[in-house]
């Protein structure tokens, strides 16, 4: 079999990949382990432009955000799945000074098309601690992500795209400028492998700086809520009275197992924030492929530029991934310049280091 592309994982990051690439024509063969400890299984999938306790817009924003919206509601069409769920976030202020400081903030014109103030605090009184009122984000929702990698899978095996396997770095052979793979002849590898990098012989060199992330799935009767809330965790709405509450972040505790520390934080601040009782459904973990310096990992390899890694989304693969898998397509296929904070090129020294 000959493809352009055998592409390594299907998370956000091989499944947004993979789709952009298909849609564009290329022949493409998509391969995952099947496993589920992966990051996107247990995202929430919220997107959201203005994030942190200093409201701070989003790295490059004004072209991430126009571009996930056509990116998923185009995909949404193709794939006859329902996925994209914009919806507002309110985020309501702690304290008197966060409300000066963050209404003087949202004047600002970096702010202006992602912020409002004029909001109906006593929509939520009923139900959220909001003595000093709130605001809201805009241009912010959610993707269903275990929809989409679902039915982007059943569109990979409709094409025989699709193959669930471990990939084994063993059997790799390098031809004539090509690569090969247990009987795949492909012009390039593309690792989109998540956490799971830390075994790849091509890419470990990088420096991830993986963070642990836990999430519950609450049971808030009767408060019908159609926004997502954030005050030092979200609470986001799923359908008949269920909502995520998350999320926690660890970077010690790196394994896969849910921990009492966490059901305990995450409860706590729920109650600081809500009025209403709930109980507690579910309680997912989940690690997330991030960088040390928050920027994802995209490009080709120094030396074997037949293997490229796409990777280090860390904490926001939804808002990242269309966009990016965009600048590394033009950057495969028509060579054009990868944004250099992204380009892993930042750190060729570490591999020419680690030989
Ligand atoms: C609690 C929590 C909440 C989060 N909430 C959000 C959120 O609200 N919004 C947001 O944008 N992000 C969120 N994230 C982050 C998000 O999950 C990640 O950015 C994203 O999922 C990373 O996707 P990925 O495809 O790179 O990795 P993964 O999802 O880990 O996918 C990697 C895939 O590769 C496969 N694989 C790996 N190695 C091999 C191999 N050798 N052979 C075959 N298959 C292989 C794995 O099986 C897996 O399917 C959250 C994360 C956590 C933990």
Known sequence: MKVDYLIVGQGIAGTVLSYMLIRQGYQVMVLDSGSTYTSSQVAAGIFNPVTGKRL???????????????????????????????????????????????????????????????????????????????????????????????????????????????????????????????????????????????????????????????????????????HIINRGIFILPLQDDLYKVGATYEWDNLTWETTKEAEQELTDKLKELIKVPFTIIDHQAGIRPASADRRPFIGLHPEYPVFGIFNGLGTKGVSLAPYLAHLFMEHLNKNKELDKEVHINRYFSLYYKSK
């Open 56 to 226: 701070v817009k989003t790295w490059e924003a004004d072209k991430i955000f126009p571009f996930l919206e056509a990116f998923y509601t185009g995909m949404e069409k193709v794939l006859g799945a329902k996925l994209f769920y914009p919806m507002p976030i309110y985020r309501p202020y702690k304290t008197i000074e966060e409300q000066n400081s963050w209404t003087a903030k949202t004047s600002s014109p970096d702010l202006v098309p992602y912020t409002d103030t004029q909001v109906n605090n006593s929509a939520y009184s009923k139900f959220i601690h909001n003595p000093y009122g709130g605001m809201l984000i805009k241009h912010s929702g959610y993707i269903d992500i275990p929809v989409m990698l679902q039915a982007h899978q059943k569109y990979l095996i409709d094409q025989k795209s699709y193959l669930q396997k471990v990939f084994t770095y063993t059997d790799v052979e390098v031809l004539d400028g090509q690569v090969v793979w247990q009987g795949i002849q492909a012009k390039k590898i593309l690792f989109c492998e998540g956490t799971y990098n830390t075994k790849n012989p091509y890419f470990h060199w990088l420096p991830f700086e993986q963070v642990k992330g836990e999430l519950l799935i609450v049971h808030i009767p009767g408060i019908q809520l159609d």
